[in-house]
């Protein structure tokens, strides 16, 4: 047998080799989980949950842990989009309609903001959106004739 392939006879070094196998192991099994938990969360389309919060719970309870984890942020979500449409008036049906109109992706009316200054809002959030970048400044000096004459008067 080669030096390198021979195990320490002495126990003190057979056991820090065994506490770094323990270690290493302890962390692929955290790494493996976190992977299971980040492709459970986008199997099962989880968007308010991540691997993080995955990082206590027991791998045989993950799915299940995730998706009570995820319904019970959904609904604080929505209490806390129903108290803000109660406090600009809503009350009963109307109120659980804005609240469901909001989940599924209709903005509902906000005192104070008329459609027209939505849609312009809305134009405004297209517009910006536009990809690229916007041109340069034009050297004046490399203009010759008509275009020098137009760039020096609108200085």
Same mark, same amino acid.
């Given at each position: 047998?080669?030096?390198?392939?021979? =195990?320490?006879?002495?126990?003190?070094?057979?056991?820090?080799?065994?506490? &770094?196998? +323990?270690?290493?192991?302890?962390? =692929?099994?955290?790494?493996?989980?976190?992977?299971?938990?980040?492709?459970? @969360?986008?199997?099962?389309?989880?968007?308010?949950?991540?691997?993080?919060?995955?990082?206590? +719970?027991?791998?045989?309870?993950?799915?299940?842990?995730?998706?009570? =984890?995820?319904?019970?942020?959904?609904?604080?979500?929505?209490?806390?989009?129903?108290?803000?449409?109660?406090?600009?008036?809503? &009350? /009963?049906?109307?109120?659980?309609?804005?609240?469901?109109?909001?989940?599924?992706?209709?903005?509902?009316?906000?005192?104070?903001?008329?459609?027209?200054?939505?849609?312009?809002? /809305?134009?405004?959030?297209?517009?910006?959106? @536009?990809?690229?970048?916007?041109?340069?400044?034009?050297?004046?000096?490399?203009?010759?004739?008509?275009?020098? @004459?137009?760039?020096?008067?609108?200085?």
């Amino acid at each position: 047998m080669s030096d390198e392939h021979e =195990l320490p006879t002495d126990g003190g070094s057979l056991r820090t080799m065994l506490q &770094e196998k +323990i270690g290493e192991n302890n962390r =692929l099994q955290q790494e493996l989980h976190g992977m299971r938990a980040s492709t459970l @969360i986008q199997e099962h389309g989880f968007t308010l949950v991540s691997a993080e919060d995955a990082s206590n +719970i027991a791998a045989e309870d993950l799915e299940t842990s995730l998706r009570s =984890l995820q319904e019970e942020r959904v609904v604080g979500q929505a209490d806390t989009v129903r108290s803000v449409l109660a406090q600009q008036g809503l &009350e /009963g049906d109307a109120l659980e309609q804005a609240v469901s109109n909001v989940f599924n992706g209709e903005v509902p009316a906000v005192a104070g903001v008329t459609s027209a200054s939505a849609e312009a809002s /809305g134009r405004q959030r297209d517009l910006s959106s @536009i990809p690229g970048k916007p041109p340069g400044a034009v050297s004046t000096l490399d203009l010759h004739g008509r275009d020098a @004459i137009v760039a020096g008067l609108s200085k």
